[in-house]
């Protein structure tokens, strides 16, 4: 059973960065393909970016590429989410997420059977 702990959220104004560890346990992160997802209040949860861990391929929302990079950590079993040049439409809870092969597509939500409680980001103008 994989457990994943976010931490690293906060509030920083528009065009600050911030970094989001995601640690892992229960697998080896190698096998996992993870994910970050966000939620805003009133909105349905959506696809931010996912790294496959064994190939090193990432993917990435519209929305946020160019601006963030999902990467191993240099922590064990560690992924990390830096954002760049946030504005505050990035505000939301950031979930990590893992699941072993996403069939329908790394963006697709209900692929990832293992989620952490969440972190939240606030960006102010």
């Known amino acids: 059973q994989v457990q994943l702990v976010e931490s690293g959220g906060g509030s920083v104004q528009a065009g600050a960065s911030l970094s989001l560890p995601c640690a892992t346990s229960?697998?080896?992160?190698?096998?996992?393909?993870m994910g970050w997802f966000r939620q805003a209040p009133g909105t349905e949860r959506a696809f931010v970016a996912s790294?496959?861990?064994?190939?090193?391929?990432?993917y990435y929302a519209d929305s946020v590429k160019g601006r963030f990079t999902i990467s191993r950590g240099d922590a064990r079993n560690t992924i990390l989410l830096l954002m760049d040049k946030l504005k505050p439409e990035d505000t939301a809870v950031y979930y990590c997420?893992?699941?072993?092969?996403?069939?329908?597509?790394?963006?697709?939500?209900?692929?990832?059977?293992?989620w952490g409680q969440g972190t939240q980001v606030t960006v102010s103008s």
């Open positions: 997420a893992a699941t072993l092969n996403p069939i329908r597509g790394p963006a697709t939500l209900a692929e990832y059977a293992a």
């Open positions: 229960g697998s080896t992160i190698r096998t996992l393909h």
């Open positions: 790294l496959n861990c064994s190939t090193s391929r990432t």
